[in-house]
């Protein structure tokens, strides 16, 4: 067996930048004991000093004349560094998601620039409190005013020290005389360096609850496979208010009395602030958050606390996955079937799957909980066969009563003459909470809103007949289908019914606003969507003003469903329902379940009852109905079963190859040759479709195109990856591929957009 005999090797790896690797030759006897992320010594520079790098590829092929590329001097046998794992994590996610090293490194280190610490300065007295007194009387005789106000307040205080910028500021003394005072030795100014902390607690303390019984056997057990020294991966399905983040507190405190850190990943900060709270009012100063809105101070400052063991805990979106803990215990993940949890650039990871990679690197492992009400087909599959560990938590523990469901059938409104809208059960239910001073939230579906076609009358949805999505309207009357490039003209009446009221559904959330507005003009109303939430602050503003109850009416997309308990909300809409089952997208009838069922959890949160009507074309769908009755194990059956026969994730896996070129007609022909090398390979049960335009398929002039492959053995997809990326480089480095990029996208979780 021959061992590859170069190394390419970054320099110390500073955080800040994270650049070009340098290539060293790896002498005989080191050969084979190499790998990517070990720590080695290398010559470097002019000089030839002795620095310490890291292997982050190795290869066969010199890159330059091999009589000037120099030998490593020693491997490095020290034990697991945190920068050794992240750079192992680094290696598996370049060849788990394909992306370059480089891209990879940069992704789970976390490049801040390295700031100044922020100083405060405090004064206090540096002669005895007699002395003092008598310095105040002759400042007093003397009319000396700044000197008098500075020795009053520090007497005041009973010889505490006192922050300068009180003194400067609120009793208005110049710097100047607070330095002669230091120079004459009446008083002592001394500078404190300290972190920038980007939340701050409300200093409420957090009295601890006494767990039921099955929050307690989570704890339990998930506690006891740790002193059996098993590492698992656990799911916790429970609905909303069932106590999760009360099961991910306990089990932080257990990892924290171990002498470990625990990760908490969230979807987004903004939505998620008085869970937020409930942590900071638990752990106070040892808690932290890391998010994209901090300043590069407040980042620098959150790694250092991290690194140096000033918190125990983090919370944040996925990149927080990557906070350089000494001895992470736990990493926890939130509403887990969040698509935020999936990188959008590359490399194209997955949260969950990239923690229990990292869980599994820690030199004394980690757990990994997942939660959430509506878990991923993923999760769930794999907590069927025995992967994770599963606990279903099946109780509120808010007492407040499961609303009522109803579903509106709109096909059956139209044969009433109701083209507005609002059904008519709905309208009727908005009147009666007017008029009785509860609120209403109106819930518009606007995800995968890509311009999907219906027939108003049966509600028939047009779609591929070689791929089961629905078929997006394009220019000139076409239907297109994102994944395969089928295309057909759009039909003038339906094919089914004969009604010509086939058209692509749009519905605003303003025209839902006017709507209402028009008909009771007595309602105020509030808008939450992109529009009004653009500039800072007014998502929360638009939330604590609905809370408030300074309006009747939230009119908002998918934003208004997660995150906020409003408890006088007795009736939540939701218009038109099934604008995300035809998203050009397998996962579609996930999404609308997974929306559906936390919309309708939005109502009755109070004493109150509430009501929830659903409205849709096509009432029958499984996922409405699932969703109207809180059934997520119906829903998973017949979804699991549709993934099942189309092999689909998570039953198969899919890998997305995406293409972007400058020319059409250049990128589709790529993409056809990229899918020929595949093929070519013969990998048996390799199932391949397109090339075909994305479903935006021009962007800035650029064109996108896609490629899929479904395989069952992910390592198989892996295989065909790394031949594609061989392929493309050998062609990069003729000069031949100009004016196309291509990126790698495994078990895709949004279409390629
Ligand atoms: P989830 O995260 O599943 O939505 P939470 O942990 O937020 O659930 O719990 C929902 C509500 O129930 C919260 O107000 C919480 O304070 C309360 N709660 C949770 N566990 C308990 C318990 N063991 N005893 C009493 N109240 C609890
Ligand atoms: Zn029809
Ligand atoms: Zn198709």
């Known amino acids: 067996m021959s061992f590859p005999e170069y190394a390419n090797i970054i320099i110390d790896i500073s955080h800040e930048k994270v650049d070009k690797p340098f290539q060293?030759?790896?002498?005989?006897r080191l050969r084979g004991k190499v790998d990517i992320g070990t720590c080695v010594e290398v010559p470097f520079g002019r000089g030839n000093t002795r620095r310490k790098g890291y292997i982050i590829e190795l290869t066969n092929d010199p890159d330059f004349d091999e009589s000037r590329i120099k030998d490593i001097l020693a491997a490095s046998d020290e034990i697991a560094s945190a920068e050794d794992i992240s750079l192992k994590l680094a290696a598996w996610m370049k060849r788990h998601y394909g992306s370059t090293m480089i891209a990879a490194l940069r992704t789970v280190l976390p490049s801040v620039k390295k700031m100044k610490k922020p100083v405060r300065k405090f004064v206090s007295l540096k002669i005895p409190v007699r002395e003092a007194t008598e310095e105040y009387y002759e400042a007093v005789r003397k009319k000396q005013k700044a000197k008098e106000r500075v020795l009053k307040e520090l007497l005041d205080t009973d010889g505490d020290r006192i922050p300068y910028e009180l003194l400067t500021q609120k009793l208005q003394v110049a710097s100047a005389t607070l330095k002669s005072m230091s120079?004459?030795?009446?008083?002592?100014?001394?500078?404190?360096?300290?972190?920038?902390?980007?939340?701050?607690?409300?200093?409420?303390?957090?009295?601890?609850?006494?767990?039921?019984?099955?929050?307690?056997?989570?704890?339990?057990t998930v506690s006891r496979d740790y002193d059996e020294g098993k590492r698992d991966t656990y799911l916790i399905h429970g609905i909303t208010g069932s106590g999760k983040t009360e099961v991910y507190i306990a089990l932080i405190d257990d990892c924290i009395k171990r002498g470990k850190q625990a990760i908490v990943l969230i979807p987004e900060i903004a939505l998620t602030y008085q869970t937020l709270m409930r942590f900071y009012r638990h752990f106070g100063d040892r808690v932290s958050v890391m998010n994209s809105s901090l300043s590069p101070g407040e980042k620098y400052d959150q790694i250092e606390r991290a690194r140096t063991g000033d918190i125990d805990i983090i919370i944040g979106p996925r990149s927080a996955l990557f906070t350089p803990f000494q001895n992470t215990g736990i990493i926890i993940i939130d509403e887990e079937h969040e698509t935020t949890y999936k990188s959008e650039q590359s490399p194209k990871y997955h949260a969950r799957e990239t923690a229990i990679e990292l869980a599994r690197l820690?030199?004394?492992?980690?757990?990994?909980?997942?939660?959430?009400?509506?878990?991923?087909?993923?999760?769930?599959?794999?907590?069927?066969?025995?992967?994770?560990?599963?606990?279903?938590?099946?109780?509120?523990?808010?007492?407040?009563?499961?609303?009522?469901?109803?579903i509106a059938d709109l096909r059956q409104e139209l044969r009433n003459g109701n083209r507005s809208i609002f059904s008519e059960r709905l309208r009727e239910l908005i009147s009666d909470r007017l008029s009785k001073n509860e609120q209403t939230m109106l819930f518009i579906n606007r995800r995968g809103l890509a311009g999907f076609v219906s027939c108003r009358s049966c509600g028939e949805v047009f779609k591929c007949p070689h791929c089961d999505v629905s078929?997006?309207?394009?220019?000139?009357?076409?239907?297109?289908?994102?994944?395969?490039?089928?295309?057909?003209?759009?039909?003038?009446?339906?094919?089914?019914?004969?009604?010509?009221?086939?058209?692509?559904?749009?519905?605003?959330?303003?025209?839902?606003?006017?709507?209402?507005?028009?008909?009771?003009?007595?309602?105020?109303?509030?808008?939450?969507?992109?529009?009004?939430?653009?500039?800072?602050?007014?998502?929360?503003?638009?939330?604590?003003?609905?809370?408030?109850?300074?309006?009747?009416?939230?009119?908002?997309?998918?934003?208004?469903?997660?995150?906020?308990?409003?408890?006088?909300?007795?009736?939540?809409?939701?218009?038109?329902?099934?604008?995300?089952?035809?998203?050009s997208d397998f996962r579609a009838s996930e999404r609308t379940f997974q929306l559906l069922t936390q919309a309708a959890g939005r109502a009755g949160r109070g004493s109150r009852e509430g009501n929830v009507v659903i409205q849709s074309y096509q009432p029958d769908h499984y996922s409405i109905q699932t969703a109207s009755r809180q059934d997520y194990r119906a829903f998973y059956d017949e979804e699991i079963a549709y993934r099942d026969l189309l092999r689909y994730p998570p039953i198969s896996h899919m890998l997305c190859v995406q293409l972007q070129s400058r020319d059409e007609a250049e990128g589709m022909a790529f993409a056809a040759r990229l899918r020929a090398v595949m093929e070519q390979q013969r990998v048996p049960k390799a199932v391949f479709i397109g090339p075909a335009m994305a479903s935006i398929g021009r962007i800035n002039d650029i064109y996108r195109m896609a490629v899929y492959v479904k395989l069952d053995d992910y390592e198989g997809l892996v295989a065909l990856k790394d031949i594609t990326e061989k392929y493309i480089k050998e062609l990069e480095e003729m000069g031949k591929l100009r004016n196309i990029a291509v990126q790698f996208d495994f078990d895709p979780i949004t279409s390629y957009s």
């Open 24 to 28: 060293y030759r790896i002498p005989e």
């Open 183 to 220: 120079d004459k030795g009446l008083i002592r100014i001394e500078s404190e360096e300290y972190f920038r902390k980007p939340v701050a607690g409300d200093g409420i303390r957090y009295g601890d609850k006494v767990l039921s019984a099955a929050q307690q056997h989570i704890v339990d």
């Open 362 to 406: 820690l030199p004394d492992g980690a757990a990994v909980i997942l939660g959430s009400a509506t878990p991923s087909l993923e999760s769930y599959y794999r907590a069927l066969k025995g992967e994770y560990h599963l606990f279903e938590l099946t109780e509120r523990l808010t007492g407040g009563c499961l609303p009522s469901v109803e």
């Open 471 to 583: 078929l997006s309207e394009h220019r000139g009357g076409r239907l297109v289908c994102h994944y395969c490039g089928h295309e057909e003209a759009k039909p003038r009446i339906c094919p089914k019914c004969s009604s010509k009221y086939v058209s692509s559904f749009r519905a605003g959330t303003q025209q839902i606003e006017d709507e209402v507005k028009k008909i009771w003009p007595q309602a105020r109303v509030l808008r939450m969507d992109a529009d009004t939430t653009r500039t800072k602050g007014s998502y929360d503003r638009i939330l604590s003003s609905f809370a408030g109850k300074e309006a009747d009416v939230l009119v908002g997309t998918q934003m208004i469903v997660k995150g906020h308990d409003f408890p006088d909300v007795t009736l939540v809409g939701v218009l038109a329902a099934d604008m995300s089952l035809y998203a």
